[in-house]
Nanobody, 120 residues
Framework: QVQLVESGGGLVQAGGSLRLSCAAS????????MGWYRRAPEKQRELVAA???????KYADSVKGRFTISRDNAKKMVYLQMNSLKPEDTAVYYC??????????????WGQGTQVTVSS
């Protein structure tokens, strides 16, 4: 089984920055892609950013140039650096992992979510 735990959310003013972290544990041998999803009030869940074991990345158009996803294999961690935050970035952010590449996301494993609130 795979366990994912997010941290780093909080309240920030527009234009500010936050870094989200996702710690993976358990049987992660088969995991080959991880992503950050978010769900805002009354909006559909969306994939914000994703990364493969090889380092290939994908971003939602709305966050390109502002967010950066990265990974640290040795520490079993995935990060989402969020800069130039906007009020529309306000959402609960979830870490996700799967075994079928970026195209197979969302995978079977989810973190508990961390709240990001951007004030105007």
């Amino acid at each position: 089984q795979v366990q994912l735990v997010e941290s780093g959310g909080g309240l920030v003013q527009a234009g500010g920055s936050l870094r989200l972290s996702c710690a993976a544990s358990g049987s992660i041998f088969s995991i080959n892609a991880m992503g950050w999803y978010r769900r805002a009030p009354e909006k559909q869940r969306e994939l914000v950013a994703a990364i493969t074991n090889g380092g290939s990345t994908k971003y939602a158009d709305s966050v390109k140039g502002r967010f950066t996803i990265s990974r640290d294999n040795a520490k079993k961690m995935v990060y989402l650096q969020m800069n130039s935050l906007k009020p529309e970035d306000t959402a609960v952010y979830y870490c996700n992992a799967g075994s079928l590449g970026i195209g197979g996301l969302p995978g079977s494993y989810w973190g508990q979510g961390t709240q990001v609130t951007v004030s105007s």
